[in-house]
């Protein structure tokens, strides 16, 4: 399921805007209805402006399907300056935002052995902070 959202995700890192840190990162995401969404981070001289890859994806899938937008599977891609492939997995905060959309939706991301691991959103964000109930 997430082997498709490979080329989409690595294309997304390729339009990274990394100027600070120099890690281009793209994400492709596929929704419950079969759509394929991508975002890329894009970073800012004020360092806490810039934005993650996986939420971008997450606004251009809201954006398209609307509040009812739920996520079947998500893969992240980064890249040096250089075009080298490098590990990365979702931060805390796309953790975050993953899971509001799909707990059970499959994450896709190269380890640091060279394989691309896939495993639920819930799985990542063990304790997630669930608004309380009152
Ligand atoms: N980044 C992402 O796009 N997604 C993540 O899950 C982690 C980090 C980006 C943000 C920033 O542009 C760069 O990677 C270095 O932190």
């Known amino acids: 399921m997430t082997q498709s959202l490979r080329a989409p995700a690595i294309a997304a890192a390729r339009n990274g805007y990394a100027p600070h840190s120099r890690l281009?990162?793209?994400?492709?995401?596929?929704?419950?209805?079969?759509?394929?969404?991508?975002?890329?981070?894009?970073?800012?001289?004020?360092?806490s402006v810039g934005g993650c890859a996986e939420r971008a994806a997450i606004a251009a899938a809201v954006l398209a399907e609307g509040k009812d937008f739920r996520l079947?599977?998500?893969?992240?891609?980064?890249?040096?300056?250089?075009?080298?492939?490098?590990?990365?997995?979702?931060c805390g905060a796309c953790?975050?935002?993953?899971?509001?959309?799909?707990?059970?939706?499959?994450?896709?991301?190269?380890?640091?052995?060279?394989?691309?691991?896939c495993q639920t959103a819930a799985s990542l964000m063990p304790f997630r902070f669930v608004f309380p109930s009152r």
Not at 26 to 41: E, K, T
Not at 72 to 90: C, H, R, Y
């Open 24 to 47: 281009q990162v793209g994400a492709a995401l596929r929704s419950i209805n079969g759509r394929v969404y991508a975002g890329c981070n894009v970073e800012n001289a004020s360092f």
């Open 95 to 117: 953790r975050q935002a993953l899971i509001e959309f799909g707990e059970d939706a499959e994450v896709s991301f190269l380890d640091g052995d060279g394989h691309w691991r």
């Open 72 to 90: 079947a599977a998500i893969t992240v891609a980064a890249f040096d300056a250089d075009g080298t492939a490098l590990p990365i997995s979702p």
